[in-house]
């Protein structure tokens, strides 16, 4: 359940009064998501979500609602947040940080088809084009520094040989470098669960609070080795190769991020393992009772480590024609 905070009637209706969105006609609390408070919001304006931030700083939201917004002036389904009316996105309520967003429609999708596939790499590749312009920065907060300090504390949790891959992928990771790629704002978590459709139409990603500044094309391959990937962690082809080529149709990859593919995936697949184990072998508190497998992640990084330089060849030779020139 993801009401950590309970906002009444009363309280809700005078809250509403600081914005410029008519006045309530119900709330009701959102069941899934397990991160922050989130309430449907109907009022005589229209529809919302009202979020109250249950883990963030005051200080690091600002970057969240302010890309939020930046994304949907760009054409990026995301949702706007609503301004106060002194102007700003991001307010208090029961003593948390809070914010009021557009409501999206539609739903989130268990088993996306290739044309799904094919229509988030598009829309991710057309928030980066426009995401490297966005003037604010975040340091990322799930890199390889922060993966190495949960490593060291797995050390008296997990099992030899979860152990000895963690280890070894750790090292090859420290041999990486991010230095020649791409930057701007990255979604970082671009999961199934954080995109909604309508009839088939990609209407909205949501759940920008792990966003931050890094390699455009490290976002590529999170949301890849979610989508494309089946429960046992074995690739789906048929959907990513549509996710790919809805990607690279938008923008093509450089020589250099063809060139670091085969790190990126295993670097995103290392991400999600670590924080799902983190989260089984040392559970936070009442929220994390609903923990995600960590097995998947695990499957997908030997899947990448296995393949090697051939996760790289798809790319090359599927880029536009211009790219390789
Ligand atoms: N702007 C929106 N429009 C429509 N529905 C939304 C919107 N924002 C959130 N939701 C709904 O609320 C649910 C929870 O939101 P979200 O994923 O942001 O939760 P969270 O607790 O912040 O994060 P996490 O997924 O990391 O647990 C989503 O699955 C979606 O159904
Ligand atoms: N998308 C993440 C959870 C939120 O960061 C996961 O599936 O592990």
């Not at 559970?283 to 996760?311: C, S």
């Amino acid at each position: 359940m993801s009401v950590f905070t309970k906002v009444d009637t009363e309280q809700l209706a005078a809250f509403l009064t600081r914005f410029d969105c008519g006045e309530l006609v119900e709330h009701r609390g959102i069941a899934a998501g397990i991160e922050n408070t989130n309430y449907f919001v109907t009022t005589t304006g229209g529809r919302y979500v009202l979020t109250l931030f249950e883990n963030h700083g005051a200080d690091e939201l600002p970057f969240f609602l302010d890309l939020m917004a930046y994304l949907a002036e760009h054409d990026i389904p995301t949702a706007h947040p609503v301004p106060t009316r002194d102007g700003a996105y991001l307010t208090e309520l029961n003593g948390k940080p809070a914010a009021l967003v557009q409501r999206l429609t539609g739903a989130s999708l268990d088993h996306p088809d290739p044309a799904a596939c094919a229509a988030i790499g598009h829309t991710l590749a057309r928030f980066h084009r426009v995401s490297t312009d966005f003037p604010e920065y975040r340091a990322p907060d799930r890199d390889l520094a922060w993966a190495e300090t949960v490593a060291r504390q797995l050390h008296e949790k997990a099992s030899d040989d979860e152990l000895a891959l963690l280890d070894d992928e750790l090292a090859f990771q420290r041999g990486q470098s991010r230095a020649d790629l791409p930057r701007g704002a990255i979604h970082a978590d671009l999961f199934r669960d954080n995109a909604l459709f309508d009839h088939g139409e990609l209407t909205g990603i949501i759940d920008l609070y792990y966003a931050c500044t890094d390699a455009l094309a490290y976002d590529l391959a999170v949301t890849l080795n979610d989508w494309c990937v089946d429960e046992r962690g074995q690739s789906r082809p048929a959907e990513r190769d549509a996710l790919l080529a809805g990607y690279l149709a938008e923008r093509p990859l450089s020589r250099a991020e063809q060139a670091a593919w085969p790190g990126l995936l295993r670097a995103a697949a290392l991400r999600f393992w670590v924080s799902r184990m983190q989260d089984q072998y040392f559970p936070r508190a009442a929220e994390m009772t609903y923990i995600k497998d960590p097995t998947p992640f695990r499957r997908i990084l030997e899947a990448h480590r296995a393949a090697g330089d051939r996760t790289r060849t798809w790319i090359e030779s599927n880029q536009p024609d211009e790219a390789n020139r």
